[in-house]
C-alpha cells in the first residue's frame, strides 16, 4: 500500500470511529428523553433558549435519527436535556419501616 492510500485508510477510520461516537451520542440522548417522558416541544423550546438553531421539526428528526447534527448543537440539546432532567422532582422512594415523617 502506498503511502497516500495509507493515510486515506487511516482518514476513513478516525472519521468512521467519530460517527459511531456520535450515533451513540445520538441514541442515548433520544433514550433519556424517552426514559424521562420529555416532550419534543418542551425540549426544543428549552434548546433555542439555550441559543440552538434547528426548528423543533429538526430536532424531531435528528432524535429519531434521520437528521444529521453539528457536535456543537448537539452539546446544546444535551444541555437542554439534561437541564430540564435536573428541574424534576426525585423519584419516590421506598420508606424503611422506623422512618419517621419527613
Do not use: K
Not at 45 to 67: C, F, N, P, Q, R
Not at 73 to 82: G, M, P, R
Amino acid at each position: 500500500m502506498d503511502e497516500q492510500n495509507h493515510r486515506r485508510t487511516e482518514a476513513h477510520l478516525v472519521s468512521s470511529c467519530a460517527g459511531d461516537r456520535a450515533i451513540v451520542r445520538r441514541r442515548e440522548l433520544a433514550e433519556a428523553i424517552d426514559f424521562w417522558n420529555l416532550s419534543i416541544t418542551g425540549v426544543w423550546m428549552h434548546y433555542v433558549s439555550l441559543g440552538g438553531e434547528l426548528t423543533e421539526y429538526e430536532l424531531d428528526a435528528y432524535i429519531h435519527e434521520a437528521y444529521l447534527l453539528a457536535p456543537y448543537q448537539h452539546d446544546i440539546l444535551a444541555e437542554a436535556v439534561n437541564e430540564l432532567i435536573d428541574m424534576l422532582p426525585p423519584p419516590p422512594r421506598a420508606p424503611f419501616s422506623d422512618d419517621r415523617d419527613r
